[in-house]
């Protein structure tokens, strides 16, 4: 079967082959992306492994693995969560929401930034929900899931703080979804500033303010 470019999808305006280009991340754009007959085929064989393995977090530092399997949907805002606890990755978290939070899709959030305690320090793991484009399950708000891409930072930002890598990397992470789902630093939230939200979440240490004053910046 011969394979054709797809044209751009929804407001992001991007094709299936999105990647991360900030900050010298080695994140490599596909050669070439599926035709829109082939997509069809691709979300199906997805879905089918889905099905098989139970856990579908992407294996750690395999940077293919950050590029969505299907075209970019629209996006409105970033939210911003921590974990609430020293140490974690992605693959605990998942099983984490399936086994105690009884969520059949698994991991909640979009993106799992690590502390060195799980994962790699400033290591940035992406989930299922954003290879796929599917909704989250973080925000407690539908608005906000349906709309909303979940980075999750490893720590309990109560008492303490995020690394410093693990700031490179969500500043860089949080430049690169604006600029390619055209998301203004101001619909950059942190958990706790959502309507309704009765949590502190990504903690009281973590300044929300300065975060969007440096995302602003060119």
Same mark, same amino acid.
């Given at each position: 079967m011969r394979r054709e470019p797809v044209k751009p999808h929804g407001p992001c305006n991007l094709p299936? $082959? +999105? +990647? +991360?280009?900030?900050?010298?991340m080695r994140i490599r754009r596909m050669k070439d992306v599926?035709?829109?007959?082939?997509?069809?085929? &691709?979300?199906?064989?997805f879905a089918f492994v889905v099905m098989l393995d139970g856990c579908r977090i992407s294996?750690?530092?395999d940077s293919k693995k950050l590029e969505p399997y299907v075209?970019?949907?629209?996006?409105?805002?970033i939210v911003v969560h921590h974990s609430a606890t020293p140490s974690g990755n992605a693959e605990r978290f998942d099983r984490f929401h399936r086994? &105690?939070?009884?969520?059949? $899709? $698994?991991?909640?959030?979009? +993106? &799992?930034? $690590?502390?060195?305690?799980?994962s790699g320090d400033g290591e940035i793991e992406t989930g299922p929900r954003w290879l796929a484009q599917e909704n989250g399950a973080h925000a407690g708000i539908t608005e906000y899931n349906q709309y909303g891409i979940g980075i999750c930072l490893v720590g309990d930002f109560t008492d303490s703080h995020p690394t410093e890598k693990?700031?490179?990397?969500l500043?860089?992470?949080?430049?690169?979804?604006?600029?390619?789902?055209k998301i203004d630093a101001d619909h950059v939230y942190g958990h706790r500033e959502l309507p309704g939200a009765t949590t502190d979440c990504p903690g009281k240490q973590f300044s929300m303010e300065e975060l969007r004053k440096i995302l602003k910046k060119e």
């Open positions: 299936c $082959g +999105f +990647f +991360f280009e900030e900050r010298g599926w035709a829109p007959s082939t997509l069809i085929l &691709v979300q199906a064989a294996p750690r530092n075209p970019i949907r629209e996006w409105k805002y086994e &105690v939070r009884g969520w059949s $899709g $698994g991991l909640g959030y979009h +993106f &799992v930034i $690590g502390n060195g305690h799980g693990q700031m490179q990397a500043i860089a992470l949080c430049r690169d979804l604006m600029k390619h789902c």
